[in-house]
């Protein structure tokens, strides 16, 4: 049972439109959320890491939010361009797991002309 | 130049042939771990080290072995290697254990076959 689920799973932008990728989690407690940018055949890069505390964090164009009373968080992206074409990843990281992660299967973003 | 190695990078290999995955860091980490990554299932964790001599099972540790003889290496042994491990590998390492806010450093990945 996957327990962090996002969404869409495809999304295709012009560049220097924004866009916004959901991220809903049933893993509770969590310690942390990550977002991942995973360009293809490569491994993935870290963007943001909030604590259950933090409600947003940002890095450069891109703004993650978090609302641990709904379970949901979000990574916006601001005009976005060519090179942000890729795999975003949303993960959990749960409470008193020692060291593991709960990883969401990811959106993949096209960024076009 | 801070980075997580693994090699080979691509492997083609047959069933029941042994092979290793090596992985090094360069950043005095203490934890690192190993994921496969496979369409529509995302990354799942196998095995992951919180430090040296101490491993431990992820989420998919079947078939796989790991040792952590050094800070630096963090190997991933198939004993017995089997088409459903055909997949893309990813090593990583952070400074602490990933309940804790710190980065997560993935290698470039190992793609491999076993046929």
């Known amino acids: 049972k996957n327990q962090v689920e996002q969404s869409p799973q495809s999304l295709i932008i012009l560049e220097g439109k924004n866009c916004t990728l959901q991220?809903?989690?049933?893993?509770?407690?969590?310690?942390?959320l990550r977002w991942y940018k995973q360009d293809t055949g490569r491994g993935p890069v870290s963007l943001t890491i909030?604590?259950?505390?933090?409600n947003t964090k940002s890095n450069g164009r891109y703004t993650a939010t978090l609302d641990a009373d709904t379970k949901q968080s979000s990574l916006h992206i601001t005009a976005s361009q060519l090179s942000d074409s890729a795999s975003y990843i949303c993960v959990v990281s749960p409470t008193g797991t020692a060291s593991k992660l709960t990883f969401g299967t990811g959106t993949r973003l096209q960024v076009t002309l | 130049e801070a980075q997580v190695t693994q090699n080979p990078r691509y492997l083609i290999t047959v069933t029941g042939k042994k092979l290793t995955v090596t992985c090094s860091q360069n950043?005095?980490?203490?934890?690192m771990s190993w994921y496969r990554q496979d369409p529509g299932l995302g990354l799942r964790q196998i095995y992951y080290?919180?430090?040296?001599?101490?491993?431990d099972k992820g989420d998919v540790p079947e078939g796989y072995k790991v040792s952590r003889k050094e800070k630096r290496n963090f190997p991933l042994i198939l004993e017995s290697p089997s088409p459903n491990q055909t997949s893309l590998y990813f090593c990583a390492s952070s400074l602490g254990g990933l309940a804790g806010p710190y980065e997560q450093y993935f290698g470039p990945g190992t793609r491999l076959t076993v046929t």
């Open positions: 080290s919180m430090n040296v001599e101490v491993t």
């Open positions: 991220c809903n989690y049933t893993v509770s407690p969590f310690s942390n």
């Open positions: 909030m604590t259950f505390s933090e």
């Open positions: 950043m005095n980490h203490e934890y």
